[in-house]
């Protein structure tokens, strides 16, 4: 099975700041990634999928990339409503298909 | 609008059986392949099984294998989990989850199948005596 690692586990930024989040799949994934956003008590929200493609409706400052093992998240001016888990998801090498463990974004 | 509403969930002992369901609206039903995804009390999330839009092609994390069985009911636009020998790992909030696209001939291995681009709210099953 393909292992998703996160980091950080935690990530305190302030509002406004950049946020860059890391993912690290333990066997290449080429670009078959994708990033959800969950926040206290809500499901999940499909965020960027393909490494670097936005959902319909999330915003351009959340953006994408990577490739093979490496992945990252950013979030170019962080607004309130963007304190929130995160996480990232491989669909390359399945069944099956695995998650990271999340990264908690918080306000510092 | 594409909506997914999970129901089912109760408190049950361990070694009982469970059935979730999960109804869907807005969109072809049939024509995209669906998920179970769960999420135990604080903890990340998990895939549990996937089905393709017609229903023939089912895939399992070994994790339920043997004890979970995912369906569809194309004519009630409804995706369903079949839960039996439940223990207590098996807590969690389960979720039903759209994929953007379907199987092709009956293969599911493709990347359009396996990532979600809708969730429902969940619905927690909490396995105990």
């Known amino acids: 099975e393909t292992v998703m690692t996160q980091s950080p586990a935690t990530l305190s930024v302030s509002p406004g700041e950049r946020a860059t989040l890391s993912c690290r799949a333990s066997?290449?994934?080429?670009?078959?990634l994708a990033w959800y956003q969950q926040k206290p008590g809500q499901a999940p929200r499909l965020l960027i999928y393909d490494t670097s493609t936005r959902a319909t409706g999330i915003p351009a400052r959340f953006s994408g990339g990577g490739f093979g093992t490496e992945f990252t998240l950013t979030i170019s001016s962080l607004q309130s409503e963007d304190f929130a888990v995160y996480y990232c998801q491989q669909y390359s090498n399945w069944p099956p298909i695995t998650f990271g463990q999340g990264t908690r974004l918080e306000i510092k | 609008e594409v909506q997914l509403l999970e129901s089912g969930g109760v408190l049950v002992q361990p070694g009982g059986s469970l059935r979730l369901s999960c109804a869907a609206s807005?969109?072809?039903?049939?024509?995209?392949?669906m998920s179970w995804v769960r999420q135990a009390p604080g903890k990340g999330l998990e895939w549990v099984s996937v089905?393709?839009?017609?229903?023939?092609?089912?895939y399992y994390a070994d994790s339920v294998k043997g004890r979970f069985t995912i369906s569809r009911d194309i004519s009630n636009n409804t995706l369903y989990l079949q839960m039996n020998g439940l223990r207590a790992g098996d807590t969690a909030v389960y979720y039903c989850a759209k994929a953007p696209g379907d199987c092709t001939n009956g293969v599911c291995y493709g990347t359009e199948t396996a990532h979600f681009d809708s969730w429902g709210q969940g619905t927690l099953v909490t396995v105990s005596s």
């Open positions: 089905i393709s839009g017609s229903g023939g092609t089912t």
């Open positions: 066997e290449t994934v080429t670009s078959n």
């Open positions: 807005g969109f072809a039903f049939s024509s995209y392949a």
